[in-house]
């Protein structure tokens, strides 16, 4: 019990605070006094509501974390006639990006992962070394290589560019997760389902098509949440790259804006943390379901 | 057709690993060597850059934010480290037993980590906000261990156990997953065999199960330590102001005084040290 | 349908030779069984032909095409997995026509040969099952529906009836030979088992250690093995081997203080013996006789007052364990033989079912 309460009591106190109104924030108790559903309706875009905080944009110039674009982006938003956060926009950009990054990860790791799982050729130790190391390696070491790329090639001055720099670099972290996972599952389809497959009439990579893919998809789904999911939470190189273009930002980055632009705002930061969850928390628990389903049970005799 | 069917074989296999070998190759192992190079330079934010030699490793080893986030980095590895692997352990122990619920209980003490962590960094800030959070509440006005409220967050020291604690509570799932899935391979005549000699549960937890979970737990230490001395965005978006070396990195290269080649001096260090700790990985644990 | 012409083959792992060099002809429609004892190489054989093993050396044709570098798609095959490798993500319907899909034929046609199969194999009622909801037995029919759906030139077997149990083997066996004899198609069939060799195969390639010992049809391995090799493989209970001294004075095989008379081994080529050479006198269990129920035995190599050590029966048979020469032999007699233990018996052997192997390289004398 104890313990379950160390797990979700953060969950269950954003929730909490999520539904209170500004008065009832000091109140221990997470119970909300009166259920208050303001900041999920604006949030969703459901209300409008004009705030003005002039002590916020002090704060900002105070916070040393904050570089001179950002700031001056803040002091934009905030002089702008419209204030409202485009919670939506910058659910359906993180979305975009997390979908993109998970489909197109999947399909290079299940190439990848079937040559070096079933197929001998040189350079194959040598590869899978490369992936191990990969997958250790985190991208904050190469933030400033990956930076000073994106500007001497002038991908970093556009927006499809800074799209595609950053997509990379999503493709990049997910990779050697997606190659590891999908390798050693199918490791475990065993190999006679091919062999029979060939021997039907199928071309090795036809009988990746019409065997080997079908009979993972249980794993090739959870695998497309494991990408999904690093992709959205991806907060360090949206905020290298996307700093500037702000109506591509995506929701870590966003919400981070949100937290530093409009402090006093708990409820509407944590509906926002809810709403960020909630995909996630969706996609695990499809997943979950699905690694325990399925399987090569029955084609093969033991 | 001319080649046999092993070369065609090959050649397929090249083929496949192809794009994310180019990837692998262009985001990685060309920023490594990138990076090594900016470091002897001074690099600004739009690319220019002037050779500085070795100028930046001595501007860093004379540097004091440099050690000091080494220090906080250590600290943060050994609390981390030991949090996650001890809490996973038992965690493991505690939930291999069976009771009702079994399987969703195991499935909630995963969501920690698998929730991003930007959707829960707030929530913690939350719990220990100076004037609403629950931990001040807890701390003055429950227990009246603290005589006033406190910005625990808004001080670096303090911070960085919040921290420490953040991070165990988000990381123990995945040392907890590793550790379980051990338990449940050790069968179970083994501790039958070790109860039958005379030990009671303690001398069976002693002589069973450490012993052969020790592989598993020399794992999730290491690698623990290589994914957390990369770790980046659960520091930061928690509390900024605990600067370990990836966040110190951030702030040489992206605000303030902008500093790329320094950063990349960091970058490189840190590297070293982490190809170490990899290399100690792949020779040890791996082959145990 | 086609032939299979194999030259010279030759498949190595590193230093490790598993085949070394064999020559086969298959004829147009031809059953033929490669037996052997686990790692001879007859199944590395089958999957060089299949094009799952890459050829090292030698040749393997199909038709008059070599296929060596053809990818097994490309080769016209059909297959039988010892595992059955059925897909199990598909209807044991969807895994009979997976291969034909691939050919492009008519709708028509691929359900016509599915009828036909399902009728053939009995799983009329199975088509919409998936592979885990069948018994072992239905996937074994499954997997061979799917290899007869094709219109492949030639058929493999790789110990499709091994994961069997006995009496599903039997019956296995059995329907393998009745389909064969309908469709006569050229098929390899690759077995460790003896009796599945004898009764299914046309001709009977027997393989050790990664070569071609004997290739006959199945009496005539049965009957007149080369060496001694084929002639304990084939046959259970196995051939007993006695050991004798070749004496040329008196013209007689000496088992201890046993022998028999060379003149009575007439089929035996002395001419190449010397006095005092070693061999092995091979005799299967199956033809000793008991005296009394068999006539004109004057020619017959006789036993005299044996003692039976030890009688098993077996119902309609019983195998009698004795000695020769003071070496242990087994012979099988049948239900009228009522011999008990530690009693003597007077038993014959017709002299053309024994032979003589020369003890050092155990080739046939």
């Given amino acids: 019990m104890l313990l379950l309460l160390f797990c979700l009591f953060p969950f269950v106190q954003i929730l909490s605070t999520s539904l209170k109104h500004q008065a009832d924030w000091g109140n221990p108790s997470l119970i909300p006094a009166q259920l208050n559903f303001e900041a999920y309706k604006e949030l969703l875009g459901f209300s409008q509501q004009e705030v003005e905080l002039p002590e916020t944009i002090r704060m900002m110039l105070e916070s040393p974390a904050i570089s001179e674009e950002q700031r001056a982006a803040i002091i934009k938003k905030f002089t702008s006639t419209s204030d409202i956060f485009p919670f939506g926009r910058y659910m359906l950009n993180t979305f975009v990006i997390s979908m993109v990054t ?153 919400l981070q804006t949100l937290f530093s632009s409009k402090n006093a705002i708990w409820d509407r930061i944590m509906a926002a943390s809810m709403l960020t969850l909630i995909p996630v928390v969706i996609a695990f628990s499809v997943a979950n379901r699905f690694i325990s389903s399925g399987g090569t049970a029955g084609g093969v005799k033991e | 057709m001319s080649d046999n069917i092993a070369a065609q074989e090959a050649r397929l296999g090249h083929r496949l690993i192809a794009p994310a070998a180019l990837i692998i190759a262009l985001l990685i192992l060309y920023p490594i060597f990138f990076n090594l190079y900016l470091s002897f330079f001074d690099v600004e934010l739009n690319g220019d850059k002037s050779l500085v030699g070795l100028n930046n490793y001595k501007t860093l080893l004379s540097d004091g934010g440099f050690y000091s986030a080494l220090w906080t980095t250590v600290i943060y590895l050994a609390g981390t480290v030991t949090g996650t692997t001890v809490l996973g352990l038992a965690v493991a122990l505690l939930l291999n037993q069976n009771f009702p619920f079994k399987n969703t209980v195991r499935a909630l003490v995963l969501l920690p980590y698998f929730a991003p962590v930007i959707s829960v960094v707030f929530g913690w800030q939350f719990i220990f906000d100076p004037v609403n959070g629950i931990y001040n509440h807890v701390m003055v006005e429950v227990l009246g261990l603290v005589s ?116 990349a001096a960091i970058s490189v260090v840190q590297l070293i040290v982490l190809s170490g700790l990899i290399w100690f990985y792949v020779k040890k644990v791996l082959n145990w | 349908m086609a032939k299979v012409t194999i030259k010279n083959l030759v498949k190595a792992y590193n230093d490790d030779v598993i085949v070394k060099g064999i020559n086969l002809e298959i004829k147009d429609g031809e059953f033929v069984v490669l037996v052997g004892p686990s790692g001879c190489g007859k199944s590395t054989t089958l999957r060089m032909i299949a094009g799952l093993e890459d050829i090292n050396e030698g040749e393997v044709e199909i038709g008059d095409r070599c296929v060596n570098d053809l990818q097994p798609h490309m080769r016209n095959i059909a297959m039988v997995f010892q595992n059955y490798a059925l897909y199990p993500h598909k209807t044991v319907r969807e895994n009979i026509i997976f291969g034909l899909k691939k ?82 198609t050229t098929s390899i069939y690759v077995t460790h088992d003896q009796v599945e060799a004898m009764t299914l195969g046309d001709r009977v390639v027997v393989m050790q250690a990664g070569q071609i010992e004997q290739v006959g049809t199945p009496m005539d391995i049965y009957l007149n093995p080369r060496n001694i090799f084929v002639a304990t493989f084939i046959g259970s209970p196995s051939m007993n081997l006695l050991s004798a001294v070749y004496d040329a004075q008196q013209q007689v095989f000496k088992i201890n203080d046993a022998s028999v008379s060379t003149e009575l081994l007439s089929q035996v080529n002395t001419a190449n013996l010397k006095d005092g050479d070693q061999v092995k006198i091979g005799i299967r269990p199956d033809f000793f006789d008991d005296e009394r129920f068999t006539q004109d035995t004057e020619d017959y190599w006789q036993l005299k007052n044996i003692m039976v050590d030890l009688v098993e029966p077996l119902g309609f048979d019983k195998e009698i364990s004795f000695h020769i020469g003071g070496q242990y032999v087994k012979a099988r007699l049948d239900l009228r033989s009522d011999i008990q233990e530690d009693d003597p018996i007077d038993l014959v052997v017709d002299p053309n079912r024994v032979l003589v192997f020369d003890a050092e390289t155990g080739e046939r004398i």
């Fill in chain 1, 102 to 254: 998970a489909f197109l990860s999947t399909l290079i790791a299940t190439f990848a992962a079937y040559a070096l799982s079933r197929l001998k050729f040189r350079g194959r130790n040598a590869f899978s070394n490369t992936v191990m190391f990969v997958y250790m390696v985190g991208g904050v070491l190469l933030m400033v290589p990956l930076y000073q790329m994106a500007v001497s090639t002038g991908l970093a001055s556009t927006v499809p560019g800074t799209l595609i720099c950053l997509l990379l670099i999503y493709l990049v972290q997910t990779l050697p997760v997606a190659i590891y996972m999908l390798g050693n599952y199918f490791r475990t389809i065993p190999f006679s389902l091919e062999e029979a497959a060939m021997i039907d009439g199928y071309s090795r990579t036809s009988a990746i098509f019409a065997v080997i893919i079908p009979l993972s998809r249980p794993m090739l789904l959870t695998v497309m949440f494991y990408c999904f999911v690093i992709a959205w939470n991806e907060y360090l190189f949206a905020s290298v790259f996307l700093k500037q273009y702000q109506d591509f930002h995506t929701l870590p980055l966003a």
């Fill in chain 2, 148 to 263: 006033e409220r406190q910005n625990v967050i808004g001080d670096p020291d303090s911070a960085l156990w919040v921290v420490i604690v953040f991070d165990i509570w988000k990381h123990f799932p995945i040392a907890f997953l590793l550790i379980l899935a051990k338990l449940q391979s050790i069968p179970s005549d083994q501790y039958e065999a070790c109860a039958i000699d005379g030990y009671n549960a303690w001398g069976r937890f002693i002589h069973v199960t450490l012993p052969e979970c020790r592989f598993v737990i020399g794992t999730v230490v290491l690698l623990r330590m290589i994914w957390n001395l990369n770790r980046f965005e659960d520091v930061y978006l928690l509390a900024p102001n605990v600067e370990t070396l990836p966040i110190y990195i951030y702030f040489q290269a992206f605000t303030g005084v902008i500093d790329q080649g320094l950063a």
């Fill in chain 3, 103 to 184: 050919t492009r034929v008519s709708r028509q046609i691929i359900d016509e040969r599915l009828a036909h199969i399902s009728t053939m194999l009995q799983l009329e009622n199975l088509l919409d099952r998936k592979p885990a909801d069948l018994s072992g037995g239905q996937r074994q029919r499954v997997a061979m529906g799917r290899a007869l759906a094709r219109d492949a030139d030639v058929y493999l077997f790789d110990e499709p009836l091994s994961n069997l149990d006995a009496k599903l083997r039997h019956h296995m066996r059995t329907e393998i030979a009745k389909i064969h004899k309908r469709v006569q």
